[in-house]
């Protein structure tokens, strides 16, 4: 880490003022502007923050230009390939891989929290059986903070581990109790023997009549995906989660506020609008006609799972994904989906040929693949996201602790660049 001055010349006046340029372990510098309004009357202006950093932060390294992602250090290949979710969920919480004994003791600490009040049961009995489950999801995990308010002081380290502990545990138990009231049937109860993504697969799919199998393939694959999508630094929902939790509101309220952002389909509703888009394409012969229209500025549509805020080369999560569907698809013999896989890859040559996608840097990105692999897992789509929602808790938690431990950390309150009328007078209704 360093820290030196950088001096920039004032526009109008030509006066030279120094900002001070601060640098990391890795990734660009950043010029700290704090003081800025309150030195020469100005704000920045950066609609969306892409040129922004909102903190400093230890947890997630991206480099967009190398396709390059890093957990806590560790290259989310090798994580992929080695690693699980739980380890990866307390390697972003605490920072370090855990030895034998702080493995079990977190995993077994995830076992044993995963059931839910029965009064939270009865919540979703309230819901309409059509509503969308992200919409059960964010409103439940909201209700949360109804629960469990004996242990929410933020300043409390305990009471952070608690909460932690509650809401990576309980996650799925909520989002399969919003799948089982979408299909009518009755909630099933997590099992403290299972490791959390048989255990998922148990609550999604058991049904009282009859036994249900674990397939470890599914399982597996269901881990890997978790990995991949544990975390992704400051994105939309992460900073909405840093951003609620910067007022110091209970956690509880903040993660609920990120499954709201994450809902949407620029973000992580991306997988579900991928498969709707391929299954809207259909067949080979249309997706020049769906490039084409992605092209044309007049056309709101975009290629869905294209294109990426900060990978301008490729998302590197994408390819373990392209390369985990086929293996995935062979072995569970998922065939109604090997021609939405196929017609995936065709419409990804294309693109990647076609010279509005090279000049823009436009590349599949990790929901590209995703909603594929849930397809052939037997989720339906309108639980892409959630699931989503069930791995990224972990980044949403990690990032909540970090900010509240951070000594710069303040409440979020950006300022704007006002274009509204300039003061005018009131006029009576009955002068108007
Ligand atoms: N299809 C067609 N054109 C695109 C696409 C796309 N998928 N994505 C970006 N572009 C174009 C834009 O129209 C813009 O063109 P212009 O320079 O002529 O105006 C240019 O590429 C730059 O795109 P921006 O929208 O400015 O990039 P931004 O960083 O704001 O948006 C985003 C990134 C939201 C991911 C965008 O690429 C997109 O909408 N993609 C489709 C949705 C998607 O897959 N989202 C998932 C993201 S990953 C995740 O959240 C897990």
């Known amino acids: 880490m360093g820290e030196r001055r950088y001096s920039v010349v004032e526009a109008g006046s030509g006066a030279a003022l120094e900002l001070r340029e601060r640098s990391g372990t890795a990734g660009p510098n950043v010029l700290e502007i704090s003081q800025l309004y309150r030195n020469q009357g100005v704000f920045t202006y950066d609609p969306g923050f892409g040129a922004t950093a909102s903190c400093s932060s230890t947890i997630t390294y991206i480099d967009g230009e190398q396709g390059i992602l890093h957990y806590r250090g560790y290259p989310i290949e090798q994580l992929a390939e ?40 009865r919540f979703f009995n309230g819901f309409h059986h059509d509503a969308h489950p992200m919409a059960m999801v964010s409103g439940v995990v909201a209700c949360m903070s109804a629960f469990y308010h004996d242990s ?12 932690a502990h509650r809401i990576i545990a309980k996650i799925p138990t909520i989002a399969a109790a919003a799948y089982k009231h979408s299909l009518g049937q009755p909630f099933v109860y997590p099992k403290n023997k299972l490791d959390y993504c048989s255990n998922l697969l148990h609550m999604f799919f058991s049904v009282p009549p009859a036994p249900y199998e674990i397939d470890p393939v599914a399982a597996q694959a269901l881990d890997l995906l978790f990995i991949l999508h544990a975390d992704h630094e400051q994105n939309c929902s992460t900073s909405t989660v840093r ?22 389909p620029a973000h992580g509703g991306a997988n579900e609008a991928v498969i709707n888009m391929l299954e809207e394409i259909g067949d080979r012969s249309r997706i020049r006609d769906y490039v084409d229209r992605a092209k044309d500025r007049n056309d709101p549509f975009r290629l869905m799972g294209f294109g990426h805020r900060v990978y301008k080369n490729y ?77 990224r808790t972990v980044g949403w938690v990690a990032h909540w602790r970090e900010m509240v431990r951070d000594p710069e950390s303040r409440i979020g309150r950006p300022r704007q660049l006002y274009i509204g009328p300039a003061q005018r007078d009131y006029v009576p209704v009955d002068r108007r």
């Open 243 to 264: 951003f609620a939790g910067s007022s110091g509101t209970n956690p509880y309220s903040a993660i609920s506020a990120g499954i709201s952002a994450l809902w949407g």
């Open 82 to 121: 080695q690693s699980t979710f739980i380890e990866v969920a307390y390697l972003l919480l605490y920072g370090e891989l855990p030895n034998p004994d702080e493995l079990a003791e977190f995993d077994l600490a995830i076992r044993t929290h995963t059931m839910l009040n029965e009064s939270f049961l």
């Open 315 to 391: 998302d590197p999560r994408a390819a373990i994904i392209r390369r985990m569907c086929h293996r995935l698809l062979e072995k569970l013999g998922a065939s109604q989906d090997g021609p939405l896989f196929e017609l995936a890859l065709e419409l990804e040559q294309i693109a990647l040929k076609d010279e509005y996608f090279i000049e823009k840097n436009l590349y599949p990105n990790v929901d590209f693949y995703s909603g594929i692999i849930y397809r052939a897992l037997g989720i339906p789509k309108s639980m892409f996201t959630v699931m989503f929602a069930i791995a």
């Open 152 to 163: 929410m002081n933020i300043q409390n380290a305990r009471h952070r581990d608690i909460f």
